[in-house]
């Protein structure tokens, strides 16, 4: 028992307490000194030296606990920006681990030389994009700097207004366009924009026409909008560029699924454009990546562009964004991609693990929508099934979310729900696992 009248035992011997390693000294001393300046600031009883060394190393668990933690995504949302977006496939992880050591990212093995950077995965996009040439920056919104920079900078680019969109995180395109040196010019009106406004829009100062995915949201009503091929054929006439940000960006057909028509690609491609530029972690299930496809002579610019240096990838990112396309390439996306596997769940199987699930976890099988988010499909939804939990959803929100893993759900009905269209088959045992001793270690709290 502590005697108020002690003295507060000296850092020394707090350290002198217990086996202190030499590493962990400097660290541990700072913590105690902590602990001794909150326990003579409250003038309460001075706690034993053991007492204080304790209280200093669970101080430091506290603040060595990793922010950037694997969590389970029970939203309904595939890919959700705030957790990671696409889930990578084993055979991308288990590339980018094989690539992490000492590798030939920019060696010629055949010529013994140094070798290029950005060739590893430009065959492979050319192939399934059908453009003659592409090239990888480190994220989407460098894709179209880096294009805008390399074709228009200090020139005009056309834009619709409709078009001058915010996604997440403030990225706006009229920043972007500033950045990148060249000058907005902006035609057409929120909801209808045609051919004319573009072709009465271009001078001898214009170097681009820019298209650009409006991704989370959608106008429609009375809208309209110039088709893509006939902007192409604009910038041909005219002698200019015509880049297509597609922002997500799918090499599969989303209709096939119950959702809305998202533009491939390839068809952005073949309709003209000198360059499509996409992101690799959206629609494509590879990791973060900016990707541009489109003529050999407009990619060499980009390739060839000083901002390049800045925005390229690192070697893991190229070994995974490798792995997701070779899933395309040998027609297996769609069992091997995390992304495609949730997006073609069924819902009656999703309805089957709600149910089971539900009968351990206490709670209620229910029927739900989901979507794909990440900026894709805006509006669109697909029916889905989650397990709705009984009790305060905020609560248990926050019970969840110190899980091992935290647990990641959303509020349905004034009821936590979890989704399942965002979690794979192979994890509900682990779902389930977290959510039960979250649960039960709240009930003791």
Do not use: C
Not at 256 to 275: F, H, K, M, T
Request: proline residues 4%; aromatic residues 2%; neutral net charge.
């Amino acid at each position: 028992m502590t005697d108020p009248r002690r003295a507060l035992p000296s850092v020394d011997a707090v350290l002198r307490s217990a086996d202190v390693r030499v590493a962990e000294r400097e660290r541990l001393s700072f913590a105690v000194r902590h602990v001794l300046a909150e326990a003579r600031a409250r003038d309460d009883a001075a706690p034993e030296a053991a007492e204080v060394l304790a209280a200093a190393r669970k101080r430091l668990a506290r603040r060595d606990q990793p922010t950037l933690r694997r969590v389970l995504n029970a939203t309904g949302v595939i890919l959700h920006t705030n957790l990671g977006r696409a889930p990578l496939s084993d055979n991308a992880i288990a590339a980018m681990r094989d690539m992490a050591g000492t590798v030939s990212v920019e060696y010629d093995l055949a010529a013994g030389r140094r070798g290029e950077r950005h060739g590893h995965a430009s065959a492979l996009l050319a192939e399934l994009s059908g453009a003659e040439d592409a090239v990888v920056t480190n994220n989407g919104a460098a894709a179209v700097l880096l294009a805008l920079a390399a074709l228009a900078g200090r020139r005009q680019v056309v834009v619709a207004r409709g078009e001058l969109v915010e996604i997440g995180g403030g990225f706006r395109i009229p920043d972007v366009l500033v950045r990148s040196g060249a000058k907005l010019v902006e035609v057409g009106t929120t909801n209808r924009t045609y051919l004319r406004d573009y072709a009465a829009a271009v001078t001898d100062r214009t170097a681009a026409i820019l298209r650009v995915h409006t991704s989370n949201f959608r106008v429609i009503g009375f809208t309209a909008s110039a088709p893509s091929a006939e902007l192409a054929a604009l910038a041909r006439e005219r002698g200019i560029a015509f880049v297509h940000d597609l922002g997500s960006g799918t090499l599969l057909d989303t209709e096939r699924y119950g959702l809305g028509r998202e533009e491939r690609v390839q068809d952005a491609v073949s309709a003209g454009a000198d360059v499509v530029t996409f992101s690799g972690d959206k629609l494509l299930g590879g990791p973060q990546a900016g990707l541009a496809a489109g003529r050999s002579d407009v990619i060499a610019k980009l390739r060839s562009h000083a901002l390049m240096r800045a925005l390229r990838p690192d070697k893991t990112t190229i070994a995974g964004l490798l792995a997701t396309l070779a899933a395309y390439r040998d027609g297996t996306a769609e069992t091997e991609l995390p992304v495609w596997r949730m997006i073609a769940a069924d819902p009656a199987a999703l309805e089957r693990r709600a149910t089971a699930m539900a009968l351990h976890l206490g709670g209620e099988a229910i029927a739900t929508r989901s979507t794909v988010g990440g900026g894709s499909l805006p509006e669109e939804t697909q029916p889905s099934y989650a397990v709705a939990l009984r009790g305060r959803p905020q609560r248990l929100a926050a019970t969840l979310r110190r899980a091992e893993p935290p647990v990641i759900g959303r509020v349905a009905d004034e009821r936590l729900a979890l989704d399942l269209r965002s979690v794979l088959p192979e994890d509900d045992e682990r779902l389930t696992a977290a959510v039960t001793a979250a649960l039960a270690q709240g009930e003791d709290q």
